[in-house]
């Protein structure tokens, strides 16, 4: 089962790290680095390790990881795995691949799989680097998500509206070419074409 390695209270935001690593000295290592390197961030930071399958599944669901630190290779599981099981499970935590020894090819197998980046052990110095670019870029996309399901709250709204609208509500692109995104029911009446007609042949009156 998981174990935890410590557990800041704080009323900052919390960033929560799983390492999936056997060796506790190398996990308190990578926590000791991280806390470091993000002592100038506005965030509280929990640490949780585990070394095997159901340990990781269960800090899944439980401790809920902002982002996940995984060695390649455990006795009884690998960092392909672990990253496999976090595109099946949570794909949208990055996942860092944090080694002792890794050549190019598999080095470039685990980017393919998913894997966020890459920090060789005798490198660690790197890893709060790493850590912040995928926390960074993993914001980035909350951010993205968030503004396009806002975009598309709005749109349904707007067209709701225009469903009912008595007057012509139309929306129209010139680039790259001519055409109608949206055009209101009402024009069947206004104009004597349909929609569908519109959108088909933006030339029409």
Sequence with gaps: ??????????????????????????????????TRGLADWDSSLRFLTTDNREGFLDAISTFKPTLIVSDFMMPGFS??????????????????????S????????????????????????????AVKEALKRKKEEELRTSAERALEESEKKLRLLAE???????????????????????????TGYTPEDHYANPNLG
């Design 1 to 34: 089962m998981a174990r935890t390695i410590s557990d800041q209270e704080s009323s900052s935001p919390v960033v929560r790290i799983l390492f999936v690593e056997d060796l506790v000295s190398d996990a308190e290592l990578a926590k000791l680095e991280i």
């Design 79 to 100: 960092g392909m795995e672990v990253i496999e099981l976090t595109l099946e499970h949570a794909p949208n935590i990055p996942v860092i691949i944090l080694t002792g």
């Design 102 to 129: 890794i050549n190019e090819e598999t080095a470039v197998e685990c980017m393919k799989a998913g894997a966020t980046d890459y920090v060789l052990k005798e490198h660690i110095s790197r890893l709060p680097f």
């Design 164 to 190: 009912k609208a008595s007057d012509l509500i139309y929306r129209i692109e010139l680039y790259p070419e001519q055409k109608f995104p949206y055009v209101s029911p009402s024009s069947t009446k206004l």
